[in-house]
């Protein structure tokens, strides 16, 4: 199986800064990973998948990089609503995991 | 507008079943892969199973395996998860979400219902 390994576990900032939060894979996923954000209460919702690419609706202060085992999530300039969880994913063989995923909280 | 909308979840006993379904609008169904995804209390997300469009592929989280079923009725645009012998590890919120294929990752999901699975 392979393990996803999210850093940090808490990132605190405020409005206006930008975020980098990091995703490490055991082994090599290629290009096949996927970012999350969570606010409390609600389901997940798809921001990146395929390592670079955003989702229908998303803004372009998100992005993502990387590929093999080191991926990043960069939010250029946080807006208030952007203060949730955020998860990494990937699919080997047709089975998904996830990351512990990263808190992002206002400072 | 893709719509996901689990029911079933309750409160049940340890070794009981629950059977889990979520019902598809709002996209062609029967061409998409679909998997379910649960979040413990105050925990992180964890896939436990996903089924393809025909239902002749089905894979599991090993901590399922044996004891969940996932099926899918493409007549009725509906996913169900069986649940047997549950434990308390079990309680969660489990959430359906739609799989895209070629694109690896779940892009549309349910509001999740909740298993709660205690004496």
């Known amino acids: 199986e392979i393990v996803l390994t999210q850093s940090p576990a808490t990132l605190s900032l405020s409005p206006g800064e930008r975020a980098t939060l990091s995703c490490r894979a055991s082994q090599s996923v290629s290009s096949y990973l996927a970012w999350y954000q969570q606010k409390p209460g609600q389901a997940p919702r798809l921001l990146i998948y395929?390592?670079?690419n955003r989702a229908t609706g998303i803004p372009a202060r998100f992005s993502g990089s990387g590929s093999g085992t080191d991926f990043t999530l960069t939010i250029s300039s946080l807006e208030p609503e952007d203060f949730a969880v955020y998860y990494c994913?990937?699919?080997?063989?047709?089975?998904?995991?996830f990351g512990q995923g990263t808190k992002l909280e206002i400072k | 507008e893709v719509q996901l909308v689990e029911s079933g979840g309750g409160l049940v006993q340890p070794g009981g079943s629950l059977r889990l379904s979520c019902a598809a609008s709002?996209?062609?169904?029967?061409?998409?892969?679909m998997s379910w995804v649960r979040q413990a209390p105050g925990k992180g997300l964890e896939w436990v199973a996903n089924?393809?469009?025909?239902?002749?592929?089905?894979y599991y989280v090993d901590s399922v395996k044996g004891r969940f079923t996932i099926s899918r009725d493409n007549a009725k645009n509906s996913l169900y998860l069986q649940m047997n012998s549950l434990r308390a590890e079990d309680t969660a919120v489990y959430y359906c979400?739609?799989?895209?294929?070629?694109?690896?990752?779940?892009?549309?999901w349910g509001q999740g219902t909740l298993v709660t699975v205690s004496s």
């Open positions: 709002g996209f062609t169904f029967s061409s998409y892969w």
């Open positions: 979400a739609r799989d895209p294929g070629p694109v690896a990752a779940l892009d549309y």
């Open positions: 395929d390592a670079s």
């Open positions: 089924i393809k469009q025909d239902g002749s592929e089905k």
């Open positions: 994913q990937q699919r080997s063989n047709w089975r998904y995991t």
